[in-house]
Each structure stands twice: as C-alpha cells, then as structure tokens.
C-alpha cells in the first residue's frame, strides 16, 4: 500500500524517479531545479537508489551523458530549468532523433536577460520543437504521477521518444503539498524494467547518429514524427491504466465548470490552481466561466482541444511567456491554429502574464474575463495583451 | 620504442587482418586520421564501443544506410564526445552491476578531431577526465576544421595557412602557436597520456594496448596529416607524420603516472625546413618565419627532454 505524506514537490519528483527504478542521471544544477537533483545524489549516497549519478559539468554535458547512458539501455533521468534548458537545446533534438526514451523534469523558469531565477514558460516554450513528447503538472501529485507514467511512455517501443514534465519553478517546485505516494510494488507492477530495442552492444554492432543525406532525411524525420503523433494513443492508455490502479485520472485538456460556459480560460501548469478559485468566484457572482487546462502539450491534442472549447463564445488564453514580435503566447498561437479549420469556433484571446515570477492573481483572472467580455462585444480580438504591466 | 620494434614484416603476423572500421569509407585519398582509426582498432577489438565527435571521421564513415564500423558506434554531436563516453561508461557499469548488460570488459573510446577536442569540445572532456571516467579519448589532430573546409583551430600551427588564418600582405597566416593539448589533459593527472602518429603504426598500437588496459580516463594525441587540408601529396601522409616526428615538431611521449619519457629521442633532430616545405599551408613563410618556427620546436623539445630527465630521476 502506497502512502498520504506532505512533500516539497521537487522531492516528490526525486521519490517519483526512485520509485521508477532509474538506472543513470546525469545533471547539473539549475535554480530552480537543485532539490530534484540533490534528493537524488543523496538517495544515491544512501543506497537508496542503486543509480550512477553523473554530476556533469554543463546541462549540454548533462543531455550528452543521459544519450549515452540511453543508448546502453539504461532507464535515464534529468532536470533542468531556464538557461540550462537552452543550453541543452542542441542536445534536445538529438535525443528525440536518435529514439532515446530520456525523461526530464523542468522546473519551468523566466530565460535571461535581464536574470531571472523565477518561474515562467519561456524555457519550455522555446523548446516546443524539439520532439519530446511534453505534459504540464498542476500539482505536486501530477508530478509525481506524471514522471512515473512517461517512463512508461517514453520507453514503450511503439513510442522511443523522450519525453518532459513541466513543473512550474518555485511555485510548484518549492511548495509542500499532500500527496499520495503509491507503493514500490504497485509502481514495478505498473512500470516494468526498460526493454531497449536497440543498444550499443559489442556482440550485436549497430551505428547510431549517422549522416543523413538529402535523399533519407525528410524520411527519417517523418518516422520521428509519426511516433510522436502515435504517442498519443500511448499516453492515452497509460493514463487509462494509472486510473484503474490508482483511481486518479489524467486527460490531454482537463475541463473545470467547463460544460456550460462563455468564457473558456485555456493555460498550463499550476496557476490553474488560482484560477479554480476564480472561476468558482465568479461563477457566483454569475458569470459563465470555466477552464480547459493544458495537460498533454506535445502531441497536441487537436481533437481534444476542438472537442473541450467548441460550446464557448471565446477562449481566453494565458500563457506565461511571449513571443517577441509574433503573435503572443504559445499556447494562443497553437489554440488558434488548432481552431482554425473549424467552420465555427470560438473567439481567442490571448494574455500574457506572469512573466519572471510575477504573481497571476485572482484579480488578473477578473482582468482577463472583463478583456474577453469586450473582445466580444467588439467581435475583434488583436493580437494579445500583456496583464498586469505596471505604468 | 618503435624503432627498435621489430621491421615492418612482422605487422601482418602480429595483427587481425579483419578490418573493424572496414574499407570502403568515403575518405579522402591518403587520409592519415582514416589510418589512425584503423590501427586502433585492430589492437581494441571487437569489445569495443567507439563515441564519436562530429567531423571528417564521422561524416565519411556513416552515410546512411551505410557504415565502416564493424563495432557498435554513436555520434551525437560536435562537442560532446567526451560526455557521451561519459554517459555510456556510466550506463554499462550500472547495468553490469544489474546483470543487464553483458558481462566483460568494453573498451569505450571517444575519438574526436583538434577542433572538437581543443576548442569546442574541451569543456566536455576536462569534465570527463575530473570525473573519472573509464575510457580512452582520442584526438585525432590534423590541426584545422578539415570538414568544413581547412579554417584553423586553435591546434592549428604557427605560420600555417588556413581559409579563416589566410596568409596576406597582413598576415603570416595563423598567427599564435599551437595549443598544447596534452599538457592540458596532464593538469587532468590522467594515468595515461600519449602522443602518437600512424607513421609510426606499432608505437600508435602499442600505446593504445597500454591505454586501454590502464584503469581510468586515458589520453591519446595523434597527429594525423591531411593531404587535403596541409596540401602535401596524396602519398606523403605516412612521410609527412614521419617528418613531424624526426624534426622534433611532434615529439613522440608518454606520460604514465605522472612520469614523462620520450619515444623516440633523437640526439640530431632534422631541420624543421624539411617537415615545412612539402605542404602547401606553408609554403608562404619565408626563410625568417622558419627560424621563429625552428626556434620554437627546439625550445620545447628541450623542455621534453629536461622533464623526461628529471622523471627519470625521481
């Protein structure tokens, strides 16, 4: 039987990497990731976790070690935040293109500059492309959940992708929150040990990492992409079967108060916590909102999304992180294009806030709603807004 | 040590004739580096995972679907092919322990080129040689970005011409000396570090015994002439390296343990002239430049023997 304990989320993270039996980690310390990683290296000096802990001397160096470590067979963790994550970003598309079912944690934080060691999605936004399958955790319990279950994913030889959980940095990483830990035997019934398909071994050579000419390469990367796009029906089932074990459930949008409502809020990561208690504010007050949360963000979930945002008269959307001269957020952009084929579709509207730890308030969400209740009186929604900006 | 070794007869007798990074490579003709992976990896064997860097051995030896490795090989990327060994060694101790992976010893070798050792991939390896790690990296240096076209590197020599270190009416062509690689790794205090070169397959060969049986990270700088990019004849790679070696501009050493020893110590060295004038990246310099050059290559040669010397004598 598993166990109701209090945890800082990152050592939920750290329980959740033990748990999962991971062989190799190699990483390097980032705020604010640091207590993943040094709940590792302590469960490694302990005995606890029977793991090499590679303590690399750059996050480039961090995602070169766990390809290598991959590559023999070894079930292989990292974390990582903010301009750790951009300087793995070589690295990234690599491992997604070798097959390497690496998982990591990122502690979602604002790039520099000017240096910001509080929480945004600009890391991981810049990141969008790099072929890892990706989730948003809300709380410390998805977290947990969540890092457990993409080994599973990850490794599934249907899939041999790497794959991210987000985690928002301070606010989810550093705060203790109840959760339920399940048992070690129940989590090596559910996650088994990793059956590589292919490894570097000497008695079966292989090459891995070739040159790809112009006659093979949009081949090879549309079988990289196919398997991203099957992972879906992976993602799906491993969530379907975590359900059945462990009772809770996981979704690529998760809806709240959504059914009936106008005004759709469409965001990732754990400000949705704050906008529950928004919502539920203004739901009394009678107005019709609700939310459509972001779970599952690479393979997007375009039915999903289509199928949780159709009944609304507009998505306001917030995303913590911009895009200079474009369009705005990430999450809007994606939204929008995501609805774009629909003859009838909701209006979208886009809003930044939150950007290098900057509180998102209930009263932002207010600010947020009232924007869309005249976006839809006007019929004409712009660009995006940046919330919260002071004068 | 290896010319006292017996005459080149013996070669065929002594050595597998299988070819473990095969023939058929695309290579350039006369390629002194293809040479030096060929003679390692008839003494590694077939136990043998090889790491490599980005750059000319890479993108000749493994053109999908294609490969000229007959031992499991991974590239990753340009600067990393110390941290991927890294990783790699890391990954089969752990499964070993396990019992997932088979059991035995594998030699895991990164092998990378001058730029992706002394320049963009330094950082990876001086954290790999902190850090312990089981395996032999190689540099397989032929003292500019070959690949992309002959631009120096920081291991490119003084006085050579490069298409990013042009000889002009400003400029001799690359205008500091050569950095010295092995020394950077010896503040590493690696058990092992040697310099080699395929002119000298049996000295190459044996260092890379020695290397791999020796615990730890080891070392290996081999000096790998370039007819495309030195602009010597497509013929002269074995000479060129033997030249390098009997004008003192690549002296031939080992350090073990801390303990420095010259290979082959010569008492009259030839005149560095000799090693300039075939290659066409110098042939700019004047009879002056050679002197800077002959004066350098003499400083630091009796810095060897003076160190290899004192070694001695410890």
């Known amino acids: 039987m598993g166990e109701r304990t209090g945890l800082e989320v990152s050592l939920a993270i750290s329980e959740a990497v033990k748990f999962a039996r991971a062989d190799a980690i190699a990483a390097y310390p980032i705020t604010p990731q640091t207590h993943i990683v040094e709940e590792l290296a302590q469960m490694v000096a302990d005995g606890d976790l029977d793991a090499e802990f590679i303590m690399v001397e750059s996050e480039h160096s961090a995602m070169s070690a766990c390809c290598g470590t991959s590559a023999v067979g070894a079930r292989t963790f990292t974390a990582t935040a903010s301009q750790g994550l951009a300087l793995m970003h070589e690295m990234l598309f690599i491992a997604s293109g ?7 944690a990122i502690a979602n934080r604002a790039l520099s500059a000017p240096l910001s060691i509080w929480g945004d999605q600009s890391d991981v936004m810049a990141e969008r492309d790099c072929g890892w399958i990706q989730v948003f955790a809300e709380t410390g319990q998805d977290a947990f959940d969540l890092t457990v279950q993409m080994f599973k994913v990850a490794e599934d030889k249907r899939v041999l992708l790497p794959a991210i959980v987000n985690i928002d940095g301070f606010t989810l990483s550093h705060v203790i929150e109840p959760l339920f830990m399940e048992s070690q035997d129940d989590i090596d019934a559910f996650l088994p040990p990793y059956e590589p398909q292919v490894i570097l071994d000497p008695k079966e050579p292989v090459t891995i990492g070739p040159v790809g000419f112009p006659e093979i390469y949009t081949e090879i990367k549309m079988q990289q992409n196919e398997a991203l796009l099957g992972s879906y029906d992976v993602v799906l089932e491993v969530w379907e079967e975590w359900e059945k074990k462990f009772g809770r459930a996981y979704h690529p949008v998760e809806s709240y108060r959504a059914d009936d409502a106008e005004i759709l809020i469409n965001l990732a990561g754990a400000i949705s916590g704050t906008a529950r208690v928004a919502i539920d504010q203004m739901r009394e007050e009678g107005k019709s909102v609700g939310m459509v949360r972001t779970r599952l963000w690479r393979p997007y979930p375009f039915e999903d999304m289509r199928a949780a945002v159709k009944n609304a008269k507009a998505v306001a959307v917030v995303d913590r992180a911009l895009s200079f001269g474009g369009p705005g957020g990430p999450i809007a952009s994606e939204l929008r294009g995501c609805l774009y084929p629909l003859a009838e579709k ?28 005249k976006i839809l009186e006007s019929g004409y929604s712009g660009e995006y807004k940046m919330i919260g900006v002071r004068e | 040590m290896a010319e006292k070794t017996k005459s080149v007869e013996f070669i065929p007798r ?130 500019a970005y070959m690949n992309t076209g002959i631009q120096r590197s920081s291991a490119t020599p003084y006085g050579a011409s490069t298409t990013t270190s042009p000889t002009g009416k400003e400029s001799i062509g690359q205008q500091t000396p050569k950095k010295n690689m092995p ?8 058990p092992y570090l040697a310099t080699a070169c395929p002119s000298y397959p049996l000295d190459l060969m044996n260092k890379t015994r020695r290397a791999l049986d020796t615990e730890g ?98």
């Open chain 2, 14 to 143: 002594l050595l597998p004739p299988f070819e473990l990074f095969a023939e058929g490579h695309r290579g350039c003709q006369g390629c002194g580096e293809a040479l030096a992976l060929r003679q390692i990896l008839k003494v590694a064997g077939p136990n043998t995972i090889i790491c490599s860097a980005t750059g000319c051995m890479e993108i000749i030896s493994s053109p999908y679907p294609e490969t000229a490795w007959r031992v499991p090989w991974i590239h990753v990327a340009f600067e990393n092919a110390a941290a991927v060994a890294a990783g790699v060694e890391a990954g089969i101790k752990i499964l070993q322990k396990k019992n997932r992976y088979r059991e035995g010893k594998v030699n895991v070798i990164a092998i990378a080129g001058d730029g992706g050792t002394a320049d963009i991939g330094l950082q990876a390896l001086s954290g790999a040689l902190e850090r312990r790690h089981d395996f032999l990296y190689v540099c397989t240096d032929n003292e």
């Open chain 2, 183 to 190: 020394k950077i790794v010896a503040a590493h205090d690696v």
């Open chain 2, 217 to 314: 990270p080891t070392y290996m700088h081999v000096l790998s002439p370039c007819p495309t990019g030195w602009r010597h004849g497509i013929d002269m790679a074995v000479e060129m390296g033997r030249l390098a070696v009997e004008t003192g501009v690549f002296p031939l050493y080992e350090i073990v343990d801390g303990r420095l020893s010259l290979n082959i110590k010569m008492d009259e060295r030839k005149p560095v002239i000799e090693y300039l004038k075939p290659q066409g990246r110098f042939r700019h310099l004047k009879p002056e430049d050679v002197e800077i050059i002959q004066r350098q290559v003499n400083e630091y040669y009796e810095q060897l023997i003076y160190r290899a010397e004192c070694d001695a004598n410890k």
């Open chain 1, 98 to 104: 070798l097959r390497l079912p690496i998982v990591m």
């Open chain 1, 346 to 373: 909701p209006v979208v509207a886009c809003f930044i806030a939150g950007l290098g730890g900057r509180d998102v308030t209930i009263e932002d969400f207010y600010t947020i709603v009232e924007e869309t209740e």
